[in-house]
């Protein structure tokens, strides 16, 4: 499995789950979802909505 490095966090991620920025960099996408609401890393169940609003509502793709 492929890996690239988050453009947000620094940390690795697979290429097959990763999201791109509007840069084109991939990133991981809560910590996307974070840089846009410019809160910490997301895990709270409020999070996991922000998440699905995003995907359903953007242009970032499902998982």
Request: charged letters at 20%.
């Amino acid at each position: 499995m492929f890996q690239v490095i988050c453009n947000i966090c620094n940390q690795s991620a697979s290429l097959e789950n990763c999201k791109t920025d509007e840069l084109g960099q991939p990133v991981h996408e809560g910590c996307y979802v974070s840089r846009l609401t410019k809160k910490k890393i997301p895990t709270s169940k409020f999070a996991v909505e922000i998440l699905h609003f995003t995907r359903t509502f953007s242009c970032i793709p499902a998982a």
